[in-house]
């Protein structure tokens, strides 16, 4: 069962990159790795998913290694609008019944002025 | 388009009381649902998942339960609150793409 671990908090500046790693070791050969935003009070928001090397969408960029024990949420040029907490959510999204969704604890970033 | 609902957004119980919180999803078919917690706003903490009508898997034991009679509807219920079941409970589907859409969320507080 892959379990994610991922820096507690971050801190940035207005329009600076960051990028927030998480790790999970013990990562399924059908896990994929998913991103997810949360503001106060709301439900997470997906950001961006991917299974293994680069996907890049409109909002951020996800790097993968090779051996898929880590991945890197990056944040292009974060602006005040980015402090939220990002969290990290391995699993197979196919398995039925046997579904197993590992959440990180997530890293709350703070973007300064 | 798809959407989420769940009510009430807030919630203040007595410790004992029962509690009935619903979600409901439109624009799809076949959703999984789940219900999530979470505490001291950190940490999401899954409850139940159900990939079907009256199919239910519960994650932690506890004095919650979940119920599915309808295909889009989900109700997380309880029927004697405790102190800690106090949290933000976060309702969500997904249709096997990877993507899970939550709903606003409900604040219990037990008191």
């Known amino acids: 069962l892959a379990k994610t671990t991922q820096p507690i908090s971050m801190d940035s500046y207005e329009g600076q990159e960051v990028n927030i790693t998480c790790s999970h070791n013990?990562?399924?050969?059908?896990?994929?790795i998913t991103w997810y935003q949360q503001f106060p009070s709301q439900g997470p928001r997906f950001i961006i998913q991917?299974?293994?090397?680069?996907v890049t969408n409109e909002v951020a960029s996800l790097f993968i290694p090779a051996d898929r024990k880590s991945s890197t949420l990056s944040l292009p040029r974060v602006s005040l609008s980015d402090t939220a907490v990002y969290y990290c959510?391995?699993?197979?999204?196919?398995?039925?019944?046997?579904?197993?969704?590992?959440w990180g604890l997530g890293t709350s970033l703070a973007v300064n002025p | 388009s798809q959407t989420i609902h769940q009510w009430p957004a807030t919630l203040v119980q007595p410790v004992g009381s029962p509690l009935s919180l619903e979600c409901t999803v439109e624009?799809?078919?076949?959703?999984?649902l789940y219900w999530y917690r979470q505490a001291a706003g950190r940490g999401l903490q899954l409850l139940f998942y159900?990939?079907?009508?009256?199919?239910i898997s519960s994650e932690v034991p506890q004095n919650l339960s979940a119920s599915r009679p309808q295909d889009r509807q989900f109700i997380l219920s309880s029927k004697k609150l405790l102190l800690s079941d106090s949290g933000f409970y976060l309702c969500?589907?997904?249709?096997?793409?990877?993507?899970?859409?939550f709903g606003e969320g409900s604040r219990l507080t037990v008191l």
């Open positions: 959510l391995v699993g197979d999204f196919n398995a039925g019944n046997n579904r197993k969704l590992i």
């Open positions: 013990n990562i399924a050969t059908n896990d994929y």
């Open positions: 991917g299974y293994k090397t680069k």
């Open positions: 624009g799809t078919s076949n959703p999984n």
């Open positions: 159900s990939v079907g009508i009256g199919q």
């Open positions: 969500a589907w997904d249709s096997y793409t990877g993507e899970l859409f």
